[in-house]
Structures are given as C-alpha cells and as structure tokens.
C-alpha cells in the first residue's frame, strides 16, 4: 500500500523536477573523459567486470576512476553490497536517504552511463539529479536526461559502449 503510494508521489515529483530541469540550460564541457558512473542493474552484475573493463581500456583511465552503483529490488533479511541500492534508499517523494547516492549525484563525473534495461524511475531520478558533465543511455522516453540517447531494441550492453565511444570520439572526448 504505502509503496505504490510513494512511488505514486515520487513520480509526481520527478515530472516536476525534469520539467524545471528542461529549462536550465547545462555547461557541458569539452574536455577529455577522467572519471566515470555507471548506473547497472542486477541482472547485469554478472557482465559488469566485463563492460568496466572495456571502459578502462577505451577511455584509458583506471579503474578507481570509475564508481559503480547498482539496483537491486528490496528484500526483508538480504543484505546489500556498498555499491547496491534499491527501492527504499529513496525517500518519499524522490528524496535520496543514503549518503552514497547524495555522493553520487553532486559528484562531477565526466561521464554517467545508465545501462539499465528497462524504464527505472530511481535510475531517472538520480540521473535527473547527477551533476555530471555528460549523460548517456538507451533511447528511452526520458531522453531529455541524455546528452546522447543510443537507440538499441534489446538494450544490449556492448552495443551500448561500442556506440558510446565511437560518438565520444567523433566529439573529441576521447
């Protein structure tokens, strides 16, 4: 009961928030990419060592570089990795509770990729929020969160990166 509700008014609040959003303009800047966050769910854990790897040797930085948050659905008695989030470390109305979300967002990555497979509204309201340079991810109905949408039906990861880097490289951020 009480989370359909919250998500009902966390919804409401994001839609808010992004339309404000679409009217301030953002410095983005040109410089080389340095640091990283990557936005994953669960069922992509497997293959996320595999898809880091590929952003070290692509963009040529380590991997301390590169921060990691994934988005696992909430279950009572599990415990969760410092870099797993979920449903209930957002508060009502989209607040982030957690001081590594609120890290997260007002860090200055050079770079936020969302890899989540499907419409995720936590996934869009930390995007929404992060104070990064430039965004990327799937082609969605938020592309508004985007500076580069890439359009791909089985949201598959690798189609992802390799389109990401050959249009970073065409911007010269690479």
């Known amino acids: 009961m009480f989370s359909k509700l919250k998500k009902k008014y966390t919804l409401k609040r994001y839609q808010k928030e992004k339309l404000a959003f ?14 990283i966050g990557v936005l994953m769910e669960e069922a992509q ?17 380590p991997m301390e570089n590169i921060e990691l948050l994934v988005f ?8 969760y990795a410092d870099f797993e ?19 997260f967002v007002k860090n200055e990555y050079d770079l936020l990729i969302n890899y989540g497979f499907e419409e995720n509204l ?39 990166t390799k389109e990401m880097v050959k249009y970073l490289k065409i911007l010269k951020k690479v």
């Open 85 to 103: 989030i979920n449903e209930k470390d957002f508060g009502w109305y989209g607040s982030l509770k957690l001081n590594k979300l609120q890290e």
């Open 45 to 61: 854990l497997l293959k996320s060592n595999q898809t880091l790897n590929v952003l070290t040797q692509e963009f040529k930085i």
């Open 122 to 160: 936590y996934w869009n309201i930390i995007t929404l929020h992060s104070q990064s340079n430039f965004k990327v991810g799937f082609a969605s109905q938020e592309e508004a969160l985007y500076d580069l949408s890439i359009s791909d039906q089985e949201r598959n990861l690798d189609v992802l």
């Open 22 to 35: 679409s009217k301030v303009s953002r410095n983005r800047n040109t410089k080389v990419i340095k640091s």
């Open 72 to 79: 696992k659905p909430f279950e009572k008695k599990e415990t």
